[in-house]
């Protein structure tokens, strides 16, 4: 099946930083990857997606960045806040049918 | 709308003894659905995924298993509990045709 890394494992900023995060896919038929936020005690909520046919897509102080010739895809935050401290998962997906998570990244972001 | 629900939201078990995990969804038809096992600092892990009534495809073998007796209705079970169960488990829906997946709060287990 499909795998897929996250990396880093945990990634303290200052608040006004920027924070990325990477994950890298193994099956080049993957063609859907979610970004989902989880805090603690939740269940993950999706925050940012991107489908193969498109490079890149923002949504206010969030974009993901799709590279299908190196199957890497990254999620990128702009201006930190606290509030934005949480575990971020990766996740890659052929068609919708299963959704294959990366390891997740725990962000701080310190005020 | 349609909302997931997943009970209980906290569960204490010795090893040996039984589990069932609920999963039921609301306000849609036909879902996909999903078990996710999520260890202490760790990734989410798929352990299956239904597409219909009856229909239920593992993905890691194990000490678990799932069942789909309704539509909406998706059951995590174990007829033994190990010490390694012991994660924290999310049941995810999807709803066809393509769209995002859903998940439900979640279920911590411990097995003592």
């Known amino acids: 099946g499909e795998n897929v890394e996250q990396h880093p494992s945990t990634l303290s900023v200052q608040e006004g930083d920027s924070a990325v995060i990477k994950c890298t896919y193994s099956?080049?038929?993957?063609?859907?990857f979610p970004w989902y936020k989880q805090e603690l005690g939740k269940g993950p909520q999706l925050i940012i997606d991107i489908r193969s046919n498109v490079g890149e897509k923002k949504d206010q102080r969030i974009a993901v960045t799709l590279n299908k010739t190196a199957k890497h895809f990254s999620l990128h935050i702009t201006e930190t806040q606290p509030e934005d401290s949480a575990v971020y998962f990766c996740?890659?997906?052929?068609?919708?049918?299963?959704?294959?998570f990366g390891s997740g990244t725990k962000l701080n972001v310190k005020p | 709308s349609q909302t997931i629900h997943q009970w209980p939201a906290t569960l204490v078990q010795p090893v040996g003894s039984p589990l069932s995990l609920e999963c039921t969804v609301e306000g849609t038809s036909n879902p996909n659905l999903y078990w996710y096992r999520q260890a202490a600092g760790r990734g989410l892990q798929l352990l299956f995924y239904?597409?219909?009534?009856?229909?239920i495809s593992s993905e890691v073998p194990q000490n678990l298993s799932a069942s789909r007796p309704q539509d909406r209705q998706f059951i995590l079970s174990s007829k033994k509990l190990l010490l390694s169960d012991s994660g924290f488990y999310l049941c995810?829906?999807?709803?066809?045709?393509?769209?995002?997946?859903?998940f439900g709060q979640g279920t911590r287990l411990t097995v003592v």
């Open positions: 996740a890659a997906s052929i068609n919708f049918n299963k959704f294959y």
């Open positions: 239904s597409v219909g009534i009856g229909q």
């Open positions: 995810a829906w999807l709803r066809t045709p393509n769209t995002e997946a859903f």
């Open positions: 099956d080049s038929a993957s063609n859907y």
